[in-house]
């Protein structure tokens, strides 16, 4: 009963492609006996196929244990009962790991728990200098420039659609978009030569086909999202289906409208689904993505609404990835899942979840460690450095004026604003700057010869995708704003973004509310003005904002500033405590102990 509740545990993981395979296992393993000791049900047999070793196995690939991070020899292992926290928990999962693992504590030339507790957070005699060293906390991917082979077998590793669309686009791709379109290529082919063989009955050793889950990153404007396109051209052309899911209409239409311009003329067919679909056109469209019609569709969280069926969903993108909850990223995945009674084989839909906030690798590998990560760090060619300028409360006249050159080129402008409406924000908050407030002076007293709008969430949405539409065709000079803009928006003629009280906002938000500028080939400006009682933290971030423009590196001083936090939500403070270990020094230690679960779960499984 144990190693079956240990299998619905890893049935019901959020990290499903490594937890699937490994509930599959373990009951396996069960109907067999081999986890069971010769006396009956339930006895488990604390040698060859111990818990301890299951556990550690589920910990270091699965994501049941949230972490398991090697320092000094000790797996300090986080429980997933929360209220047991602490040094016990970390002194039991050392325990496990060195009745585990014992052989790497020798191989990585490290102390063993005991010696690890009692230097707790601190490395104090001279012969710890190896495991001490971080390494480098940024991806190993530096921009380089492709020969004309390299090009060339690239194109030659298209599909059909895809050639189509590389030939046709008006630009070429960056080094680290070919590089990240080739490891999809080599995922999604696996999958599929892998269920042909399932479905033929020639398993050769195969029992669960190959699904590609894999972790996106890419910096503001970097193009992620037409490398996600690639990837549903090379689904489409094994004759499957995609689903691309966007946490907001604005920002689901904008793909919507990218996929219509790209891949209509190669003769996609491209559907747009959110919950204001209207109810006769929608019935025509499920009808259609039901009979295999609909090649894509793009919308919100619609996607996996009950009615919505699809005829062989077989790839499930997900952008702004940290803004949709466990639960609804699997049920996604759900509307592709599928079995087959003969033979008997289950299938899942690849995935591709995509972030342009920046996740540095330690926490990556930490929380991602059962996904494939990918990074698209060069940014396409004509793009320059967004110059950033911090500005003191009481001079926002500089910032002002700044904006107004601009304007006169005929370019246009973002004002962004902490509120709505301060009189609806918290009492003890009396000097917030709102967006209505803030408006009107915009467009009454500071520049009333330019058209001036206003966006906001409380405004109906229909009218937002109005003024957005009204911004890019170029009718609107400024437009004042909360983050509701902060992704979905692409004007390249916008070269200005001024943020008020900029000490307010967290440093990832900044530097995408700073991305919605940059996006074309003329140079772009940020002002971000700071409070007068800004805090030494406080001015720290902003020099981090007004140094760099890579959010790698901005996300790295994040985490050195904030803490780690809930990366996979959306808290600003701090909170992935790991009991021994410190997750930016530790990157390297990190980094081996991943290596270490994975090479011991899949000798597990073998």
């Given at each position: 009963?144990?190693?079956?509740?240990?299998?619905?545990?890893?049935?019901?993981?959020?990290?499903?492609?490594?937890?699937?395979?490994?509930?599959?296992?373990?009951?396996?393993?069960?109907?067999?006996?081999?986890?069971?000791?010769?006396?009956?049900?339930g006895q488990l047999s604390g040698t060859e196929h111990g818990?301890?070793?299951?556990?550690?196995?589920?910990?270091?690939?699965?994501?049941?244990?949230?972490?398991a991070v090697e320092i000094g020899g000790a797996v300090v292992?986080?429980?997933?009962?929360?209220?047991?926290?602490?040094?016990?928990?970390?002194?039991?999962?050392?325990?496990?790991?060195?009745?585990?693992?014992?052989?790497?504590?020798?191989?990585?030339?490290?102390?063993?728990?005991?010696?690890?507790?009692?230097?707790?957070?601190?490395?104090?005699?001279?012969?710890?200098?190896?495991?001490?060293?971080?390494?480098?906390?940024?991806?190993?991917?530096?921009?380089?420039?492709?020969?004309?082979?390299?090009k060339a077998d690239f194109e030659g590793s298209l599909s059909?659609?895809?050639?189509?669309?590389?030939?046709?686009?008006?630009?070429?791709?960056?080094?680290?978009?070919?590089?990240?379109?080739?490891?999809?290529?080599?995922?999604?082919?696996?999958?599929?030569?892998?269920?042909?063989?399932?479905?033929?009955?020639?398993?050769?050793?195969?029992?669960?086909?190959?699904?590609?889950?894999?972790?996106?990153?890419?910096?503001?404007?970097?193009?992620?999202?037409?490398?996600?396109?690639?990837?549903?051209?090379?689904?489409?052309?094994?004759?499957?289906?995609?689903?691309?899911?966007?946490?907001?209409?604005?920002?689901?239409?904008?793909?919507?409208?990218?996929?219509?311009?790209?891949?209509?003329?190669?003769?996609?067919?491209?559907?747009?689904?959110?919950?204001?679909?209207?109810?006769?056109?929608?019935?025509?469209?499920?009808?259609?993505?039901?009979?295999?019609?609909?090649?894509?569709?793009?919308?919100?969280?619609?996607?996996?609404?009950?009615?919505?069926?699809?005829?062989?969903?077989?790839?499930?993108?997900?952008?702004?990835?940290?803004?949709?909850?466990?639960?609804?990223?699997?049920?996604?995945?759900?509307?592709?899942?599928?079995?087959?009674?003969?033979?008997?084989?289950?299938?899942?839909?690849?995935?591709?979840?995509?972030?342009?906030?920046?996740?540095?690798?330690?926490?990556?590998?930490?929380?991602?460690?059962?996904?494939?990560?990918?990074?698209?760090?060069?940014?396409?060619?004509?793009?320059?450095?967004?110059?950033?300028?911090?500005?003191?409360?009481?001079?926002?006249?500089?910032?002002?004026?700044?904006?107004?050159?601009?304007?006169?080129?005929?370019?246009?402008?973002?004002?962004?604003?902490?509120?709505?409406?301060?009189?609806?924000?918290?009492?003890?908050?009396?000097?917030?700057?709102?967006?209505?407030?803030?408006?009107?002076?915009?467009?009454?007293?500071?520049?009333?010869?330019?058209?001036?709008?206003?966006?906001?969430?409380?405004?109906?949405?229909?009218?937002?995708?109005?003024?957005?539409?009204?911004?890019?065709?170029?009718?609107?000079?400024?437009?004042?704003?909360?983050?509701?803009?902060?992704?979905?928006?692409?004007?390249?003629?916008?070269?200005?973004?001024?943020?008020?009280?900029?000490?307010?906002?967290?440093?990832?938000?900044?530097?995408?509310?700073?991305?919605?500028?940059?996006?074309?080939?003329?140079?772009?400006?940020?002002?971000?003005?700071?409070?007068?009682?800004?805090?030494?933290?406080?001015?720290?971030?902003?020099?981090?904002?007004?140094?760099?423009?890579?959010?790698?590196?901005?996300?790295?001083?994040?985490?050195?500033?904030?803490?780690?936090?809930?990366?996979?939500?959306?808290?600003?403070?701090?909170?992935?405590?790991?009991?021994?270990?410190?997750?930016?020094?530790?990157?390297?230690?990190?980094?081996?102990?991943?290596?270490?679960?994975?090479?011991?779960?899949?000798?597990?499984?073998?």
């Amino acid at each position: 009963m144990i190693l079956h509740r240990l299998a619905d545990l890893c049935a019901h993981c959020p990290h499903n492609r490594q937890t699937a395979r490994l509930s599959y296992r373990l009951r396996q393993h069960v109907a067999e006996g081999l986890l069971l000791g010769g006396g009956g049900h339930g006895q488990l047999s604390g040698t060859e196929h111990g818990i301890g070793k299951l556990l550690m196995a589920v910990a270091g690939v699965a994501g049941i244990v949230q972490r398991a991070v090697e320092i000094g020899g000790a797996v300090v292992k986080g429980g997933e009962q929360e209220a047991q926290r602490g040094r016990r928990n970390d002194r039991v999962g050392c325990d496990i790991a060195e009745t585990v693992v014992p052989d790497k504590v020798g191989q990585r030339g490290l102390c063993h728990a005991d010696r690890a507790f009692k230097h707790k957070g601190s490395f104090p005699e001279a012969n710890l200098d190896e495991a001490q060293k971080s390494g480098s906390e940024q991806w190993n991917q530096t921009e380089k420039k492709l020969s004309e082979q390299e090009k060339a077998d690239f194109e030659g590793s298209l599909s059909p659609l895809q050639k189509e669309l590389y030939n046709r686009l008006p630009f070429n791709l960056t080094p680290d978009q070919i590089f990240v379109i080739n490891q999809m290529n080599r995922d999604i082919d696996r999958g599929f030569k892998e269920r042909a063989l399932l479905l033929n009955g020639k398993t050769s050793g195969i029992k669960i086909p190959f699904t590609m889950q894999r972790l996106l990153q890419g910096d503001v404007g970097s193009g992620k999202t037409l490398v996600a396109f690639f990837a549903c051209l090379r689904i489409i052309n094994w004759k499957g289906q995609c689903a691309f899911m966007a946490p907001t209409e604005i920002l689901a239409r904008q793909h919507a409208e990218s996929a219509a311009k790209l891949l209509e003329p190669l003769g996609i067919n491209v559907a747009f689904l959110t919950g204001n679909v209207k109810s006769s056109g929608r019935a025509r469209l499920l009808n259609a993505l039901k009979s295999g019609e609909i090649n894509i569709v793009i919308g919100t969280h619609a996607l996996f609404s009950r009615q919505v069926v699809y005829n062989d969903l077989q790839l499930a993108v997900i952008d702004e990835q940290h803004r949709f909850g466990v639960i609804q990223r699997q049920s996604i995945i759900e509307k592709g899942r599928r079995t087959e009674t003969e033979p008997q084989v289950s299938f899942e839909p690849h995935l591709l979840m995509m972030s342009a906030t920046p996740i540095p690798q330690t926490l990556a590998l930490t929380v991602f460690g059962d996904l494939d990560v990918s990074v698209i760090r060069t940014m396409p060619e004509g793009r320059k450095p967004i110059q950033t300028y911090l500005v003191k409360e009481g001079n926002e006249r500089n910032a002002y004026e700044a904006v107004r050159n601009q304007l006169k080129a005929g370019h246009q402008a973002y004002f962004v604003y902490p509120a709505i409406n301060a009189e609806n924000e918290n009492s003890e908050i009396q000097d917030i700057k709102s967006a209505e407030e803030n408006f009107r002076n915009l467009a009454d007293h500071i520049y009333p010869e330019y058209k001036c709008a206003l966006i906001h969430s409380k405004i109906e949405e229909e009218e937002q995708i109005q003024i957005l539409k009204d911004f890019q065709g170029g009718k609107i000079q400024v437009l004042a704003a909360t983050t509701v803009i902060e992704v979905g928006v692409d004007v390249p003629n916008a070269t200005s973004i001024v943020i008020e009280q900029a000490d307010r906002f967290g440093l990832a938000q900044l530097h995408q509310l700073r991305g919605r500028t940059g996006r074309g080939t003329d140079q772009s400006y940020c002002f971000l003005i700071y409070s007068n009682k800004i805090t030494k933290t406080g001015i720290e971030r902003m020099k981090v904002l007004r140094q760099n423009t890579d959010g790698f590196i901005i996300a790295n001083q994040d985490l050195k500033l904030r803490g780690p936090g809930e990366i996979t939500g959306t808290a600003q403070a701090g909170n992935l405590s790991l009991g021994i270990a410190d997750i930016v020094r530790d990157h390297d230690i990190l980094v081996k102990a991943r290596t270490d679960a994975f090479e011991y779960t899949k000798n597990l499984l073998n």
